[in-house]
């Protein structure tokens, strides 16, 4: 499988490219376009996540300790003095980071669970809920960056899968088809577990028809021959 440097180039690249591209045609301005690359790098190393030790493990919990003490702010301020609020962020963020971390590693697999497209749909979900209600982004930009953190994740697993393909012996290694997969089917618990909260976040989502209206108009002329905003 691909290495940390790997995923991460590879990933850095692709968000590079696609944001790029996404600015040429006028999908979102370039206000946005540095946070879309960097979801797409993170996402390009979340599988990794399950991983035992690793430099996509530290990174990893590092962003969502960050996350979390930021949003323990936004949130805190309104019921806690700063003192209290303060220490309520730094708390999470230390617990995360060192805490919830170590217990991770601890009941999960690599390239178990969080090898999975189901995986990546539930990290996207998770994404665009946090970008829409704590970080108060629009809901077109919502969804955008749970689809840049999704494309990453999506980098990820293929890149995995061609490193399981040997080209001097052509052959395939024990590796192939353990990276891009719809969900593990070993783990069952673990399936029905990561499913159930990607499902449970559902009602938070941004609307998508306030997020896309205008191309949801247009593919509706379409196919129904009907002029957009009519």
């Known amino acids: ?110 390239r178990a669970s969080w090898h999975s497209l189901l995986a990546t749909a539930g990290v996207t979900v998770a994404t665009s809920v946090i970008s829409y209600r704590f970080f108060a982004q629009p809901a077109r930009a919502a969804w955008l960056d749970g689809g840049a953190m999704a494309l990453g994740m999506v980098v990820h697993l293929l890149l995995d899968e061609c490193f399981a393909i040997d080209l001097e012996g052509a052959r395939l290694k024990r590796s192939f088809g353990t990276a891009l997969k719809l969900f593990d089917y070993r783990r069952p618990i673990a399936t029905v577990l990561m499913a159930g909260a990607a499902i449970a976040l559902v009602p938070w989502l941004p609307p998508w028809p306030a997020a896309f209206g205008t191309a949801t108009r247009a593919l509706q002329a379409a196919l129904g021959g009907s002029q957009p905003g009519a």
Do not use: E, Q
């Open 1 to 110: 499988m691909a290495n940390f440097r790997t995923h991460l180039t590879v990933a850095a690249g692709v968000g590079a490219a696609a944001t790029s591209y996404g600015l040429y045609a006028g999908w979102w301005t370039l206000v946005h376009a540095p946070s879309l690359v960097l979801l797409t790098t993170l996402g390009g190393i979340m599988p990794d996540i399950d991983a035992d030790k690793s430099h996509s493990v530290r990174l990893i919990f590092t962003v969502l300790a960050v996350v979390a003490a930021f949003i323990a702010l936004s949130i805190g301020r309104g019921y806690l003095s700063t003192m209290g609020v303060l220490c309520l962020a730094l708390g999470l963020y230390i617990a995360i980071r060192d805490g919830v971390s170590v217990g991770f590693r601890m009941t999960t697999r690599h």
